[in-house]
């Protein structure tokens, strides 16, 4: 998704506004700019290029003042017109993220009064509605402040003006914008890591902020226009956790840090004896005891890991839940149960689905609401009363890979918590679970060794157009996210079936050229699982079996056998991932795809 960069120092901004555009690439974008103020001229650059284009492109452009874009399309085609910052008679630019609802209606009204058009875009009416007020006198935050109130829809925007080298104007409403402070610079950007080689002191803003940067300090003013302080945090982010190191892609990176992310998320309950309620905030327990069902909303990677969760919420909390697309749930008329827990997972704490079926949950009179999330101070942990921060560190590979498997960390700890509340959780069964939570990142590390193998194996994959996984139970969604992985990074076709829906439709798709992908742990459904195999297999299907020890299912002509080191029970859909994740991986790799940057996705989609 998009991306703003924004600096005002006493030194050239374009290499603050570059390294931060490159850093923000994981988000996904199709062209980049930026714009300086230079002998009051607006010096601007775009490029439908990666942000390496740009920095060819910019090698002497100089500026003490600018704002920079990495634009992912969503009004009019990815072209270097349509590309971040747009400007205004010369005199005004503007970077944005979001969506503009009315920007057809002002579009008709500004055209009227002479400004012309040269982009595709909903975000140019900001950059003429600016100027209409600029023109007529006072501040460049003024003239903001009066534009943004005509504003329907999303925004983060960074704005300056060709005669005002000293002040930057930026803003958030729906989308994500941070301001960094430095020593006589400060900076803005959608994201912390964009700044980390320049600062950590980071100021998160409200929704309706609208700020007035100079070199030496900031003010900023609350929706209502009052001026108001907000707290200068540290960001605890290192800048090592943004850099790729030895790795080839961050995917790769991140799936290997897994063990740490996962040691990490659960470090505060594998250093106790006992489960309590407070790790999801101060209210939780008052919370747990008054609710009766759960229902989980997610989009992607995340809305599987809520498909997992139902699984153990009501095999071992005995609690009902329902797990529902986050962008389906928002227009559905549904049965709102007040004592239902709304649980958000999201791994950027952004997603504009889930936020907005948030807060249709709310507008239904859900009270009770619990965000599992990988981003401090992002949306959703505001919006919620209950949270859990999952500790996966940065996640720059746009395919989410460590995110997933933290948040599922969270989510049996979730499922334990309520378990001991209703009383469905013996003393040793509670030291049990703690012991295997304690034991997963070496399970974690010891599946990441059949790297290799997966390797050998993803070449068999790439001249393939089609795939097939299944799994059963808790690992059918197991299942699905291997297919999304491959699908997303290799861009193989894959779907994911309960195996049990085989012979339902999907049978009829089994060829030779087909091969059939099985999750196979050691489980009460193993045996019925086998069966389906059987059947793939008398119809000429190449299988792929991730099969735990002791399964008795054998290497054969057309069946390949992955063995996994060890079962891990209620925790094994954590480690059935990791093979899925190294085999989209590696197929990726054969197929020479760009990996962290696949086509047409984005990391963090913040518009609908
Ligand atoms: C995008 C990403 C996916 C992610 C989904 C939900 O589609 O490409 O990887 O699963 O958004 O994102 P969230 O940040 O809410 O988990």
Known sequence: MCGIVGAIAQRNVVPILLEGLQRLEYRGYDSA???????????????????????????????????????????????????????????IAVVHNGIIENYEILRTRLTSEGYEFASDTDTEVIGHLIHSYYKN???????????????????????????????????????????????????IASDVSALLAQTRKVVYLEEGDVVELGRHGYKIFDVNGRHVERIVQLSELSNDSVELGLYQHYMQKEIHEQPQALADTLESVCNSQSLVPGIFGAQAANTFADIDSILILACGTSHHAGLVARYWLEEIAGIRCNVEI??????????????????????????????????????????????????????????????????????????????FTTQLAALFLLTLVL????????????????????????????????????????????????????????????????????????????????????????????????????????????????????????????????????????????????????HAGYLSPILHTIPLQLLAYYVALQKGTDVDKPRNLAKSVTVE
């Open 419 to 566: 378990a001991k509340q209703r009383g469905r959780l013996s003393l040793q069964d509670e030291q049990r679970h703690l012991h295997d939570l304690r034991h997963l990142p070496s399970a974690v590390q010891k599946v990441l060794e059949l790297e290799p193998h997966i390797a050998k194996l993803a070449e068999k994959f790439a001249s393939k157009h089609n795939a097939l996984f299944l799994g059963r139970g808790l690992h059918f969604p197991i299942a699905a996210e291997g297919a999304l992985k491959l699908k997303e990074v290799s861009y193989i076709h894959a779907e994911a079936y309960p195996a049990g829906e085989l012979k339902h439709g999907p049978l009829a798709l089994v060829d030779k050229d087909m091969p059939v992908i099985s999750v196979a742990p050691n489980d009460a459904l193993l045996e019925k699982l086998k069966s389906n195999l059987q059947e793939v297999r008398a119809r000429g299907g190449e299988l792929y079996v991730f099969a735990d020890a002791n399964t008795h299912i054998k290497e054969a002509e057309g069946i390949h056998i992955m063995h996994m080191p060890e």
């Open 33 to 91: 700019g930026l714009v300086v103020v230079h002998d009051e001229e607006l010096d601007r650059v775009r490029s439908t290029g990666r942000v390496a284009d740009l920095t060819k492109k910019t090698a002497s452009t100089q500026g003490l003042i600018g704002i920079a874009h990495t634009r992912w399309a969503t009004h009019g085609v990815p072209s270097e017109r349509n590309a971040h910052p747009h400007v205004s008679k010369n005199q």
């Open 326 to 403: 986050a962008s389906e749930y928002r227009y559905r008329d549904s049965v709102a149960n007040p004592k239902s827990l709304v649980v958000v997972i999201s791994q950027s704490g952004e997603t504009a689905d889930t936020q907005a079926a948030l807060n249709h949950a709310k507008s239904l009179g859900h009270t009770h609401t619990l965000a599992i999330c990988n981003v401090p101070e992002s949306a959703l942990i505001r919006l919620c009363k209950l949270r859990m921060l999952t500790r996966a560190g940065p996640e720059i590979g746009v395919a989410s890979t460590k995110a």
């Open 137 to 187: 006198g006072g501040t460049l935050l003024a003239a903001t402040q009066a534009a943004l109130a005509e504003l329907v829809g999303a925004y983060a925007i960074g704005v300056i003006a060709n005669d005002n080298r000293d002040q930057l104007v930026c803003a958030r409403r729906g989308s994500p914008l941070l301001l960094g402070v430095g020593d006589g610079e400060h900076f």
